[in-house]
């Protein structure tokens, strides 16, 4: 079981605070995501819930008991952290056994869960070695199976996957959402990275200085992005933001439509622009064209392969049905 | 950088460090085993103009039968391992207080590096002087405040009050390693074992105190090599009365006391092959924690 709640959480650093008054709730079981730019305060809130930062005012409820004063320890929530944190001179077994060795379970219990949690991360064959003479992706398997042996409430993970490598990070990646329909425990997971966040969440948290600017699933802030950070935040590459006349005309002060959702043409379209740089990946062909609509070249999609010089001239026409508006305050209209 | 011009050069321009260093150390120690084994008393008119007679091993022979030989060796252990257990262990309590935020940290800090800057003679006279002198000293004072009887330290705790000399002196060396050390580890595997339900002490015990083990090692090789050859503190205060004669003290007495230079040259020779025999036994205990 792992509901957390915030009630009205504030964290300040001296004069500075850091999260003004939140409250979210994280249902048991759910994969929910911190997301947002560096330094917008998603590892404090972490730590905050973990209980390493001590919260200015407010309440955090596991489970509908007030955690607030709790110690680390007794929240029975487990993290794992950016740079693994890993205890350079115990043994893989060591490492994995030390929180129950701290909870004084019996040697046969501890051997039992580590030789499960071992096999659900392929390591057994890694037990004796220390994390020096293991792999990135090694490490990072120990440090979850160090959290998982404790059977948590919870899990938190602060950017688990930014010191490895793409290809890696991809299959960490499936593996920790494979993990999680398996185990179905809470998890908290912090990262800049949307492509983490839309892959896995279910829920995902979008917070900027602190301030949450949208709860929901993925598809829902794809959809309905509540404004206009939120917009340029998910979605790859990013949501084009058109200001000024062209706006006007849809009555709104901003409008944002996704390089996905624009048709490129050679003869025909509403907006008329010049090719700048184009990226060929194969699957997609994204274009980064120069428009009289708005300043910054719109990025548009393709699919598949489309050769177009650098300068030709092509027509472009959004798809009104997925055109977002935002007003003055950049908050979503209809 | 590694091309064959640029080896080559490095040998040439390291080589007067190394020709100069070689020299500084085989010299006095090939004259040290050259009148060791030699009857040299300048005293008696024995000089190298004339000629100084082989005598073989009788001077090994006689220091080492010497009813001195053996409570020196002894003296000298006990005096080594006692400043070594004080220092490492107050250093590590002190780097771990240190390393906590305080206000005044930086200036406190300099003041804790403060008492390897005095000279031993210096600390030792103050010491002395000052501290410890059963009628004017402080502790004298403090002693009959609180109405005991001022202990005369230097006699009859001398060796004792040695070790607390030394070990104030060389505290600061161990703080300072050790507090490098301990900032260097990595906030995060704290808050790990904190999240993992390690108490304050099991967190000490299972993460700072291996993660120091390095540390540690370096401070007891470079303080034993120091700590061997400790002469001024003894000279200052005892002068080797009251059970504080060391080996490097007996060779002392030997050369310059007994102006005889000859045994003074073997016992010499005794002192390098003890702190050999040191060095070997920290080398097994505390040198594999230098590799990996």
Redo the contacts between chains.
């Keep these: 079981m792992g509901r957390i709640q915030l009630k009205s959480v504030t964290k300040s650093f001296g004069d500075v605070q850091v999260i003004p008054p939140l409250d979210l709730t994280i249902e048991d079981g759910e994969f929910t995501v911190f997301v947002g730019p560096s330094g917008c305060g998603k590892s404090t809130l972490l730590r905050l819930i ?1 209980g ?1 930062e001590d919260i200015t005012t407010g309440h955090i409820e596991i489970d509908g008991k007030d955690a607030t004063d709790l ?3 007794k929240r029975g ?3 794992v ?3 693994y ?6 043994s893989v077994r060591k490492n994995i056994a ?2 129950l060795k ?2 004084k379970m019996d040697k046969a219990e501890i051997d039992r869960r580590i030789e499960a949690a071992a096999s659900v991360l392929n390591l057994t064959d890694y037990l004796d070695r220390r994390p ?1 003479q293991l792999s990135g992706g090694q490490r990072q398997r120990v440090a979850i199976g ?1 959290a998982i042996v ?1 059977e948590p409430a919870a899990f938190l993970f602060d950017e688990p996957l930014s010191n490895l490598d793409a290809a890696l990070r991809v299959g960490m990646r499936l593996e920790i959402s494979e993990l999680h329909k398996r185990l179905a425990t809470t998890m908290i997971y912090v990262t800049h990275d949307q492509v983490e966040a839309m892959t896995m969440a279910d829920k995902i948290v979008v917070l900027q200085a602190g301030v949450i600017e949208q709860v929901g699933s993925p598809l829902e802030l794809y959809q309905r992005p509540r404004n206009t950070f939120v917009a340029g935040f998910i979605g790859s590459p990013k949501m084009n933001l058109i200001t000024g006349a062209e706006a006007q005309k849809h009555d709104a002060t901003t409008i944002g439509i996704r390089p996905e959702h624009i048709e490129i043409s050679q003869t025909e379209g509403v907006w008329k622009g010049k090719i700048g740089v184009s990226e060929h990946l194969g699957s997609d062909t994204f274009f980064h064209i120069q428009t009289d609509v708005s300043k910054e070249p719109l990025t548009v999609r393709a699919a598949g392969e489309m050769s177009l010089g650098y300068g030709a001239e092509v027509y472009l026409s959004p798809r009104t049905e997925h055109l977002h508006r935002f007003d003055a305050q950049g908050l979503r209209l209809g | 950088m590694a091309t064959k011009a640029s080896r080559s050069a490095a040998r040439v321009m390291m080589a007067p460090a190394v020709v100069l260093l070689l020299g500084w150390m085989l010299v006095p120690l090939t004259m040290t085993l050259y009148f060791s084994f030699k009857k040299y008393l300048p005293m008696r008119g024995d000089s190298l103009e004339n000629g100084l007679d082989w005598v073989g091993f009788e001077n090994y022979t006689r220091f080492i039968s010497s009813s001195a030989f053996w409570p020196s060796v002894q003296t000298t252990l006990v005096m080594v391992g006692g400043v070594l257990a004080i220092t490492v262990i107050l250093g590590i309590l002190l780097a771990i207080l240190l390393d906590q935020p305080f206000w005044g940290q930086g200036v406190v800090r300099i003041l804790v590096i403060a008492p390897f800057f005095v000279m031993p003679t210096v600390s030792a006279l103050v010491w002395k002087n000052m501290l410890m002198d059963p009628v004017n000293g402080i502790f004298a004072h403090l002693w009959r405040f609180f109405g005991a009887d001022p202990v005369s330290w230097l006699s009859d705790a001398s060796l004792s009050s040695i070790i607390l000399i030394v070990s104030w002196q060389w505290l600061p060396f161990a703080t300072l390693i050790l507090l490098t050390a301990i900032q260097s580890l990595d906030s995060e595997q704290l808050e790990a074992a904190e999240m993992d339900g390690a108490p304050p002490l099991s967190r000490f015990w299972h993460i700072i105190l291996p993660h120091l083990s390095r540390a540690i090692t370096i401070v007891i090789l470079i303080q034993t090599i120091f700590l061997l050859s400790i002469f001024a503190e003894i000279f200052v205060t005892t002068g080797g009365a009251f059970g504080t004669r060391t080996l490097t003290y007996l060779i002392f007495q030997r050369v310059v006391d007994s102006q005889n230079i000859g045994l003074g040259s073997a016992g010499g020779v005794y002192a390098i092959i003890l702190a050999n025999i040191v060095a070997i036994f920290l080398m097994r205990i505390v040198g594999k924690n230098l590799d990996a």
Excluded: E, I, K
């Design positions: 973990a390493l110690v680390p320890a929530l487990a993290m952290f950016q740079s944190a890993l205890y350079p001179h115990m030390f929180p701290m909870a020096g160090r404790r």
